[in-house]
């Protein structure tokens, strides 16, 4: 006989391998949360929120800079909404809105690459480029990224995408990201009092508290790779949103969930042998991570969401933090939806 475990259930048993890592010192801090259809929402915090050059607490209530989620909870959104109204076509080229992506080259491999591919991470794009060595002028570095001429290779996860993605958006709006919405809770900076701090930066030559992590989002002043930040409450809010959606048919959700390739829908990930998520998850979930130690995982199924922030980077990227562990050990855990009794 099985029986339906219940959403603290789970959420005490996801918490266990999180009190762990934090206890053994491998990473510093960490909030959990879980959110479900009804709206019934769970946070914990433990550890530390900064521990050089002096120690805070971690509490639910701590900022985090998101990262990759940025992908999915602004850019993602953003262009599916646009695509919805009908002033994105996700089938054409990039070139319908950017007419001047790789302009001396009319017939090059860039002008070809659609809203679609990028958003399934289904084109020749490099994973990630140091743009931020290329200069110091956002604009210029912009136009870096628009006419250098990237070697074409296999499809891999880019920030290259998401980047030209955000360019769209500006375009469209007249406005660079940092001057748009970010979305409710979110921000694009963070109170330094108040937020998980990453590591130190030798290129900026400081800890970096409250501001974004990534030194290319940083070098262009905004883009579409990274640069959000929240608190697990907003990260919870945007799940609830997608849950509801889902329930009330939102087209954009629906695409959220739409599969483009065995391992990505548009934007997001899906279940796959060693993803993310860990062994458990259904085939109705979906999921990202961030490079500073943040993940979110929505489960349609069965109408809950889980999200797990770290702050593993600090005070530095450069040693075995156990993430990529963790963050299965909490999913086999969470999307342990029944059990014998």
């Not at 990930?269 to 130690?293: K, L, Q």
Request: net charge negative; aromatic share 10%.
């Amino acid at each position: 006989m099985t029986r339906t475990v219940s959403l603290p259930d789970l959420f005490e048993s996801a918490f266990q391998p999180v009190a762990e890592i934090v206890r053994s010192g491998r990473i510093p801090g960490a909030v959990l949360g879980a959110v479900d259809a009804d709206g019934t929402q769970l946070t914990r915090a433990i550890g530390k929120a900064q521990v050089i050059p002096s120690a805070r607490p971690m509490t639910t209530e701590t900022w985090f800079d998101l990262a990759s989620l940025t992908k999915v909870i602004f850019t993602t959104r953003r262009i599916l909404e646009l695509a919805e109204a009908g002033e994105i076509d996700l089938d054409a080229p990039l070139t319908t809105l950017l007419p001047d992506l790789c302009q001396y080259d009319m017939t090059a491999w860039q002008r070809k690459v659609t809203f679609r591919q990028c958003l399934g991470h289904q084109t020749p794009f490099p994973a990630v480029e140091p743009v931020y060595t290329y200069g110091s002028d956002p604009a210029r570095l912009r136009a870096f990224v628009m006419q250098r001429d990237w070697r074409a290779g296999p499809p891999v996860y880019s920030d290259i995408n998401f980047i030209l993605l955000g360019i769209v958006l500006e375009r469209l709006a007249g406005a660079r990201i940092r001057d748009l919405d970010p979305g409710p809770g979110f921000a694009w900076s963070a109170p330094e009092a108040t937020s998980a701090a990453t590591e130190y930066c030798h290129w900026r030559e400081r800890f970096l508290v409250g501001e974004v992590h990534d030194e290319n989002c940083s070098a262009l002043q905004g883009a579409g790779h990274a640069g959000l930040f929240g608190t697990v409450d907003a990260v919870l809010g945007f799940a609830h949103d997608r849950l509801s959606g889902d329930k009330t048919g939102d087209p954009v959700t629906r695409l959220m969930r739409q599969p483009l390739s065995p391992t990505r829908t548009h934007g997001w990930e899906r279940p796959y042998p060693g993803w993310s998520g860990g062994d458990r998850a259904n085939a109705s979930v979906i999921g990202h991570t961030g490079f500073t130690g943040t993940g979110l995982w929505i489960d349609f199924l069965t109408g809950r969401a889980i999200t797990l922030l770290t702050n593993r980077v600090h005070p530095s990227r450069h040693f075995d933090s156990g993430i990529m562990a963790l963050r299965r050990a909490v999913g086999d855990r969470f999307f342990c939806n029944e059990e014998q009794s």
